[in-house]
């Protein structure tokens, strides 16, 4: 079965640097990608991940170990502004449909 | 460069009534995409157009909703008759390339509330 897992919700404090895991059981692979949504708004591409490895965009930093199943999204010198949903989706190989996770919420605290 | 387009932002209809989506994909894109997404939950794929055609239908309730995109550029999804459990937002996306390999950009998305 195709399976995308990532924490429900999740609090960090302005200025301080939090990570949010993706895990992925998929029939297929063909990359991950990050999307930022702020409530009530579109999906925005934050990063995407096909080869291992840790890709650094600015603040944000996204890293996918294919053998394990696994990203994490590496948020830093958090601001109020980051206080959103962060939504994984894995791309399969087989008709390039993106599988998406339910999202971790993010709450900035000042 | 314009973004996708959708319109109406908000939609409030009561249940059996009939409702339509309007999209605009980014200039040159010449995939895209229908998502419903539920609150807490990511989107989920209704449909995928490549060009004006439709390669991936397989998630869309066919009873009750259709869609088209005639001209291979804007598209249109409508409901009807409506159901409460249709209220949900419904998010076009388009990509470059086609075959599902590119970037999908999101528009804001239609909120449509089922009394």
């Known amino acids: 079965g195709q399976n995308i897992d990532q924490p429900t919700e999740m609090t960090a404090t302005e200025g301080a640097i939090v990570q949010i895991n993706c895990t992925y059981q998929?029939?297929?692979?063909?990359?991950l990608f990050w999307y930022q949504q702020h409530a009530g708004e579109a999906p925005t591409f934050l990063s995407y991940?096909?080869l291992d490895g840790l890709e650094e965009k600015g603040r944000f930093s996204s890293f996918l170990s294919r053998s394990k199943g696994y990203s994490y999204l590496l948020l830093k010198e958090l601001q109020m502004k980051d206080s959103a949903s962060y939504l994984c989706a894995v791309r399969d190989d087989s008709n390039y449909q993106l599988i998406w996770g339910a999202g971790t919420k993010l709450i900035i605290k000042p | 460069e314009a973004g996708v387009v959708q319109s109406p932002r908000y939609k409030i209809i009561e249940k059996k009534q009939p409702v339509a989506f309007w999209c605009n994909p980014i200039s040159g894109h010449n995939t895209l995409y229908w998502y419903r997404q539920n609150l807490g939950q990511g989107p989920e794929l209704l449909i995928r157009?490549?060009?004006?055609?439709?390669?991936?239908d397989s998630q869309l309730p066919k009873d009750r909703f259709s869609a088209e995109r005639l001209k291979g550029v804007d598209s249109t999804l409508k409901i009807q008759p409506a159901e409460l459990g249709d209220s949900a937002v419904y998010l076009c996306?388009?990509?470059?390339?086609?075959?599902?390999?590119?970037?999908?950009?999101f528009g804001p998305g239609t909120r449509l509330t089922v009394l």
């Open positions: 157009y490549e060009n004006e055609e439709a390669v991936d």
């Open positions: 991940n096909v």
């Open positions: 996306a388009s990509s470059g390339r086609t075959g599902g390999t590119d970037t999908q950009y």
């Open positions: 998929t029939s297929g692979f063909n990359g």
